[in-house]
């Protein structure tokens, strides 16, 4: 697969399994790896993102035996070793925190695209910890020396659920409790899974402590990834069709997508839904006659990986809509806001760059345009969808949406 032709559709009504949570399976692989005994990962994602970080932790000592979709895990002491992360930013991020405070020496590296990525925002705070960590000019390749770390409050001046992840993890070595306060909340899916496992983890509104324990091993059924159902439930809605997408993750700090859908006019609805620590459900959605999509900066962290397909729908709604405060979008696996600006100008849309986000005229016709992802999952499903309820796309190296959806082109839409 390099090029995929996606066709024209006029209509979109389909029943869909998404695949398993990209942030959720890679924190049970960080996670089951470090702690004592044995664990069962259900429903694991395959995604690449995911074998990178099972990969990792098989270099630092822990057992995975992967059969079908199940990932029996046992935990080992780790060694010292260099690691690939391929393209994973939370698996590179999580361990830095987690191997800082063990004993040995540690090479954390990735692809051309996460060597881009900055790695400051999670070095500072553990350097004020106590860590040992030699960076290049802030970014991937980094070299760990473990050492003993002290614990700390920190005030976290982005919004990113992996910096607080990996402090939270660093944690788990430290000489005191580590505390992390964020301006507007992130995904907790590390603080639910070490809760889960005997952390010692405590949640005061945006506030989270982690005082350390003993994880132990446990068994995780991992639910749908919301973030790649926001594809096909953006088309369903882009030509005015319905959607279905079974037993999705529904984690308020994930489904902010839901919301924008329902502030714009969509139509939401949740069945079979099951209430625990990771709630989940089927969602289907429809639409009709649309608003603009606004988003301001405090929505932006809820909905940061669903924003190329939020403006891949704009496209197809009359009037103008508005994305700012997201800025974070530009230290994403490529700078997603220029690369969603210059993925949807290729099918004809109008939309403009601005310093944090971006302004969609929409209801315009796109025209049938050719569409370079630039490496990005996200943009590549993006430019499908958009092209897909409009005049038809050509995306390039398509192949990149194995990165956390492989199946996207077979299964959304058929190609
Ligand atoms: C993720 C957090 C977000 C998100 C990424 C996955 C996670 O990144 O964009 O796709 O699993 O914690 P940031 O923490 O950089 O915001």
Known sequence: ??????????????????????????????????????STVRNISLCDDVLSAVDCMKHLGAKIDIQGNTAFITGAPFRSCALDCGNSATT??????LLSGLNGVFEIDGDSSLRTRPMKRVIDPLRIM??????TDGHLPVRIIGSPLRGMEYFMPISSAQV??????????CSSAVTVT??????????????????????????????????????????GDISAAAYPIALALAVGGSCTVKNVGLNPTRTGFLDIVRKIGGRVSVDNRTDC???????SVSGGKLRPIIIGENEVPLVIDEIPALCALACHIDGVSVIEGAGELRHKESDRISCTVAALKSLGAQIEETDSG???????????????????????????????????????????????YPSFFEEVLGV
Request: with cysteine.
């Open 1 to 38: 697969m390099s090029e995929k032709t996606v066709p024209q559709l006029n209509s979109y009504d389909k029943t869909l399994i998404v695949p398993p949570d990209k942030s959720i399976s890679v924190r049970a692989v960080v996670l089951c790896s470090y702690a004592v005994g044995n």
């Open 358 to 404: 971006m302004i969609i005229y929409g209801g315009k016709p796109l025209k049938k345009g050719t569409v370079n992802p630039q490496g990005d999952h996200r943009i590549a499903m993006a430019a499908a969808v958009a092209g897909a309820a409009g005049a038809g796309a050509v995306v390039q190296n398509a192949e990149c949406v194995s990165v956390s």
């Open 164 to 173: 607080k992840s990996a402090l939270l993890l660093a944690g788990l070595n």
């Open 92 to 97: 590179a991020r999580l361990l830095m925190g």
């Open 182 to 223: 964020e301006k507007i909340k992130t995904r907790n899916h590390t603080e639910i899974m070490l809760n889960d496992m005997n952390g010692d983890v405590a949640l005061d509104g945006n506030t989270v402590k982690c005082a350390g324990g003993i994880i132990f091993g446990n068994d995780i059924t991992v639910c």
């Open 277 to 283: 620590a990771e709630p989940y459900g089927d969602i």
């Open 130 to 135: 106590g860590a040992r960590i030699a960076d």
